[in-house]
């Protein structure tokens, strides 16, 4: 088995920073994509930003230029650095990978973390 586990939430004043982690442990051959997704309260949940197994990101229109997603394969880990925090930031953070657990491609599975509470506010 697979388990993500996020950490970095937390309580943060407009305009202020938060560094979120995920790390992924268990049965790993190797890590394909990571994303985060956040969800806030009464809304459905959303892409935040993506990054593949070589390096390449992609980010929501909205947050390019303030978060920045990154990866440390020797780790099994994945980042998300959150700049310029808004209120509107405010949700539940989740990590969501693709993993080959034994190097063969059909066995490769999709796994969720249990998300960390970013809230940010005055």
């Known amino acids: 088995q697979v388990q993500l586990v996020e950490s970095g939430g937390g309580l943060v004043q407009p305009g202020g920073s938060l560094r979120l982690s995920c790390a992924a442990s268990?049965?790993?051959?190797?890590?394909?994509?990571m994303f985060w997704y956040r969800q806030a309260p009464g809304k459905q949940r959303e892409l935040v930003a993506a990054?593949?197994?070589?390096?390449?990101?992609n980010y929501a229109d909205s947050r390019k230029g303030r978060f920045t997603i990154s990866r440390d394969n020797a780790k099994n880990t994945v980042y998300l650095q959150m700049n310029s925090l808004k209120p509107e930031d405010t949700a539940v953070y989740y990590c969501?990978?693709?993993?080959?657990?034994?190097?063969?491609?059909?066995?490769?599975?999709?796994?969720w973390g249990k998300g960390t509470l970013v809230t940010v506010s005055s």
């Open positions: 969501n990978a693709g993993v080959a657990t034994t190097g063969a491609w059909w066995e490769d599975m999709d796994y």
């Open positions: 268990g049965s790993i051959f190797s890590i394909i994509t």
């Open positions: 990054i593949t197994a070589g390096g390449s990101t």
